[in-house]
């Protein structure tokens, strides 16, 4: 199951990255950076840690690793981030919120909506926060 999940977050970001014409060299790059964010999402969440803050470490994760890959591959950040963050997005939970909305069950649709809400705010805050990071590093040298 695990590996399954593995190579779904590798395909489905390297593929993502077909849509955005990412350079065919890169392809493989984003899709690894994907893996890894994906990787640590689940590591995260599997030693106990909510599902918030797993995604927002992950994020953080895709942002550095991301970062790192454009330095290497003198491309920019984004070519590896945006594939890379696919893996994160709360698609599903946002759904469920439509969905009991949509058949009025405000009681069910409020917790998931706020759930899919945190977790693209800890997405956006991985992805800020690395980049805080990178510029303080990139100070000090």
Do not use: C
Not at 26 to 48: I, P
């Amino acid at each position: 199951m695990v590996v399954m999940q593995l190579l779904l977050s590798f395909f489905a970001s390297m593929l993502f990255g077909i849509i955005f014409n990412i350079p065919p060299q890169l392809l493989l790059h984003s899709g690894f950076v994907g893996m890894s964010g994906w990787t640590v999402y689940m590591l995260t969440v599997r030693s106990g840690v909510d599902s918030v803050i797993a995604t927002f470490m992950a994020a953080f994760f895709v942002a550095f690793l991301s970062n790192a890959f454009a330095r290497r591959y003198r491309a920019p950040a984004t070519i590896f981030i945006v594939p890379g963050i696919l893996p994160l997005v709360p698609g599903g939970t946002a759904f469920e919120a439509m969905r009991h909305v949509v058949i009025n069950d405000y009681n069910a649709a409020i917790p998931l909506a706020v759930k899919a809400f945190m977790i693209s705010g800890a997405i956006a805050m991985g992805l800020i926060f690395s980049e805080v990071v990178n510029q303080l590093v990139k100070r000090r040298h």
